[in-house]
Every structure is written in C-alpha cells, then in structure tokens.
Nanobody
Framework: QVQLVESGGGLVQAGGSLRLSCAVSGSTFVINAIAWYRQAPGKQRELVAAISSDDSTHYGDSVKGRFTISRANAKNTVYLQMNSLKFEDTAVYYC???????????????WGQGTQVTVSI
C-alpha cells in the first residue's frame, strides 16, 4: 500500500524558511513523480511544485524563485525548501503521487495527511 507522510511544518515569521519532507513507502519511488500542493482556509487546493523521476521540475507562479523541490531517491523522500516565506504561504501542505508532463501535473489518488505551515507577520 502506498503511503505518503509529510513533516516539517510549523510556525515561522515572514521572511523565514522551512523545509518540508514527504516520505514515500509502498511504491517504486525512483520512478514516481511527486508534487506538493497547499490549501488555505476557504481556498481551493493549489499546486505548489512538482518533480519527475528525471528531476524535471515545475513550480506554481506564486512560489517561483522562493521554493525549491528536490528528491533523495536513497531515502524515498521529496523535499520542499521554502525561503522568503510570506503570510499568504500559510496553508496545509500535502504531497501527492502523480505524473508530470512538461508543466502539466496529473494527480493520482495518493495523498499524505498534510502538514501545517503558518507564517506570522
């Protein structure tokens, strides 16, 4: 059974940094594409960043230049380094298994439980 477990969320001041982790089990990680989504209260879930098995990446416009997605195949883990955090980055962050074709993400039905990121002004 495929499982995705996020960690690394917390409370940070605006301008600060956090690194989120998504640990994947029950799947052939090296061939998986993984994405990070976020959902703020009252808003739709939005794609933040995605990385394919060949390390191709895609970022949402609101995080370009501030967030970096990477993967460690030996640890079956994908990371989201978040720098220069803004109040509007406050959300629950989820990782998702899927496919990345160019700049289009196709989500499968595997999601983590989410990790809360709160940015204070």
């Amino acid at each position: 059974q495929v499982q995705l477990v996020e960690s690394g969320g917390g409370l940070v001041q605006a301008g600060g940094s956090l690194r989120l982790s998504c640990a994947v089990s029950g799947s052939t990680f090296v061939i998986n594409a993984i994405a990070w989504y976020r959902q703020a209260p009252g808003k739709q879930r939005e794609l933040v960043a995605a990385i394919s098995s060949d390390d191709s990446t895609h970022y949402g416009d609101s995080v370009k230049g501030r967030f970096t997605i990477s993967r460690a195949n030996a640890k079956n883990t994908v990371y989201l380094q978040m720098n220069s955090l803004k109040f509007e980055d406050t959300a629950v962050y989820y990782c998702n298994l899927g496919s990345l074709y160019g700049s289009v993400w196709y989500a499968d039905d595997y999601w983590g439980q989410g990790t809360q990121v709160t940015v204070s002004i």
